[in-house]
């Protein structure tokens, strides 16, 4: 059975600009790390392929330079990794994005039975978290959001129980398989890869797909096949900082101000 983890190679978000004409990303010599949630969604790929003796597949959509994440993943342990790469790809928004790796993975499917597909819970740079229920929903595979712990797997079944991190709570859900997962840091801590292993994946192949393999209709895919695009990127402007009660004096009566304040503005989780 398949495990397979979407890994996004994102630019390191410090670094990032954006172009004030276009809009766009400056991609120009910043260097790209993989989206750190996606490190988590691979790690638990791999524990999947320890534990239960899962074929661990790596997949990402992006330009020729996103084999370097992939080569990672190979590092890390993975069996294959793959790179969906092709002109009509390009400029593809998160409907058009979940429409290739879904067919990426419905190919895969037709070797060897899928089972769970983890994503992250979103990148650190689109931000959307649309990819992987859009893949989900694509593929008609179970959708189970911000999984912070799996807490049992049945094969035989055909069953998976995690539990989900949801704002001041959390949730225990029961589904079938195949499934969707995303997940958020706290479901585990990704490994290093080890030097052998960062020397062997150095001669490993990444396999690059086209849309030869998957044969999408190009209105379905890159900028055709994305209904929305980005009008405008900014920084929302600051308001000047505002000094609330007088917290030398009565410390207590600006605590209360401030609470009255948050518990109005409905800006307190309970
Ligand atoms: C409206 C809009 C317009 C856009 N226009 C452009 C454009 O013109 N040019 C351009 O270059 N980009 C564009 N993008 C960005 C690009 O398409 C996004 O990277 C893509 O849509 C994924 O969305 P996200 O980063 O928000 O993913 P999210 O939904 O936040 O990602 C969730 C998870 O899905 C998986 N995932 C997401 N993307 C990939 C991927 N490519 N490969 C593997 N796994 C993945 C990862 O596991 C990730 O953690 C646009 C995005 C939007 C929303």
């Given at each position: 059975m398949?495990?397979?983890?979407?890994?996004?190679?994102v630019p390191d978000t410090?670094?990032?600009?954006?172009?004030?004409?276009?809009?766009?990303?400056?991609?120009?010599?910043?260097?790209?790390?993989?989206?750190?949630?996606?490190?988590?969604?691979?790690?638990?790929?791999?524990?999947?392929?320890?534990?239960?003796?899962?074929?661990?597949?790596?997949?990402?959509?992006?330009?020729?330079?996103?084999e370097a994440t992939l080569r990672k993943a190979l590092a890390l342990g993975v069996d294959r990794s793959i790179l969906l790469?092709?002109?009509?790809?390009g400029g593809a928004d998160t409907l058009s994005t979940s429409n290739v790796l879904a067919a990426a993975i419905q190919k895969l499917g037709e070797q060897e039975q899928v089972g769970i597909v983890f994503c992250g819970k979103q990148t650190i740079d689109g931000d959307t978290a649309q990819v992987g229920p859009g893949i989900a929903v694509r593929l008609g595979f179970s959708q189970l959001t911000l999984v912070d712990r799996i807490e049992k797997i049945d094969i035989a079944q055909k069953t998976?129980?995690?539990?989900?991190?949801?704002?001041?709570?959390?949730?225990?859900?029961?589904?079938?398989?195949?499934?969707?997962?995303?997940?958020?840091?706290?479901?585990?801590?990704?490994?290093?890869?080890?030097?052998?292993?960062?020397?062997?994946?150095?001669?490993?192949?990444?396999?690059?797909?086209?849309?030869?393999?998957?044969?999408?209709?190009?209105?379905?895919?890159?900028?055709?096949?994305?209904?929305?695009?980005?009008s405008r990127i900014f920084s929302?402007?600051?308001?000047?900082?505002?000094?609330?009660?007088?917290?030398?004096?009565d410390p207590l009566g600006a605590a209360r101000q401030l609470l009255d304040r948050l518990i109005d503005g409905d800006m307190l989780a309970v």
């Open positions: 398949l495990v397979v983890a979407c890994i996004k190679q410090t670094q990032v600009q954006i172009d004030p004409v276009t809009n766009t990303l400056i991609r120009d010599g910043i260097p790209f790390i993989i989206n750190p949630y996606d490190s988590h969604a691979l790690e638990e790929s791999l524990r999947l392929k320890d534990s239960h003796g899962f074929t661990a597949v790596a997949l990402s959509m992006g330009p020729p330079n996103a790469s092709d002109r009509v790809f998976i129980i995690v539990r989900r991190k949801l704002e001041g709570r959390y949730e225990i859900v029961e589904a079938r398989l195949p499934a969707m997962i995303t997940v958020v840091r706290e479901l585990n801590r990704p490994r290093y890869p080890t030097v052998p292993m960062r020397l062997s994946s150095a001669k490993a192949q990444v396999e690059c797909w086209s849309n030869e393999h998957l044969q999408l209709d190009v209105n379905s895919i890159g900028l055709k096949g994305s209904p929305t695009w980005v929302p402007e600051r308001k000047e900082g505002e000094i609330i009660g007088d917290g030398i004096t």
